[in-house]
């Protein structure tokens, strides 16, 4: 299955979800829908991109082929590491596209007013999360605050934004 395949078997996957199980459930955006956004390959083959779906965004890990090569049982993570930081991965598996891995960002996914939005969130984690370390600027937003400065002054930097999305950079 070739990189196009392999995620458009992610979202046959949760379309079907989205039919099923989680149809009509009070924690879906109705103003989004499935789509995988910005998936490009690692360096171990794996597929890594951006899931939004009305219920959650997720960062998903994901092999080019249906398989168990990235099945996780239910208790047990695993942390990929970018160059904006390590990340923890929980697994899933669906018969569409096998096991793969997820970093839940949004759950549920009630900020966003419609798909575009959410979609152009999407690219800019994917492009935060390859970003190379930055300057840390939060001591010079916290001096702004507490100036009485606003923290817009301060410049926000990409790995900032994805530290804000995933949480705190893991040793």
Do not use: K
């Given at each position: 299955?070739?990189?196009?395949?392999?995620?458009?078997?992610?979202?046959?996957?949760?379309?079907?979800?989205?039919?099923?199980?989680?149809?009509?459930?009070?924690?879906?955006?109705?103003?989004?829908?499935?789509?995988?956004?910005?998936?490009?390959?690692?360096?171990?083959?794996?597929?890594?991109?951006?899931?939004?779906?009305?219920?959650?965004?997720?960062?998903?890990?994901?092999?080019?082929?249906?398989?168990?090569?990235?099945?996780?049982?239910p208790d047990r993570r695993r942390t990929w590491d970018f160059p904006s930081g390590?990340?923890?991965?929980?697994?899933?598996?669906?018969?569409?596209?096998?096991?793969?891995?997820?970093?839940?960002?949004?759950?549920?996914?009630?900020?966003?007013p419609d798909h575009v939005s959410a979609v152009e969130t999407a690219v800019a984690?994917?492009?935060?999360?390859?970003?190379?370390?930055?300057?840390?600027?939060?001591?010079?937003?916290?001096?702004?605050?507490?100036?009485?400065?606003?923290?817009?002054?301060?410049?926000?930097?990409?790995?900032?934004?994805?530290?804000?999305?995933?949480?705190?950079?893991?040793?």
């Amino acid at each position: 299955m070739a990189r196009p395949d392999a995620v458009g078997a992610l979202e046959a996957a949760f379309r079907r979800i989205a039919a099923t199980r989680m149809a009509g459930l009070p924690l879906n955006n109705s103003d989004l829908r499935v789509q995988g956004v910005a998936f490009r390959p690692q360096d171990d083959g794996y597929l890594v991109g951006v899931l939004i779906t009305p219920w959650a965004i997720n960062l998903v890990m994901l092999a080019p082929t249906p398989s168990r090569e990235l099945y996780l049982a239910p208790d047990r993570r695993r942390t990929w590491d970018f160059p904006s930081g390590s990340y923890e991965f929980m697994g899933g598996e669906e018969p569409e596209c096998g096991a793969y891995q997820f970093c839940s960002l949004f759950s549920p996914a009630f900020e966003f007013p419609d798909h575009v939005s959410a979609v152009e969130t999407a690219v800019a984690i994917m492009l935060a999360l390859y970003a190379d370390s930055e300057p840390d600027h939060a001591a010079a937003r916290d001096t702004a605050r507490l100036a009485g400065r606003s923290v817009l002054d301060v410049p926000t930097t990409r790995r900032g934004f994805l530290q804000g999305v995933l949480g705190p950079r893991r040793a």
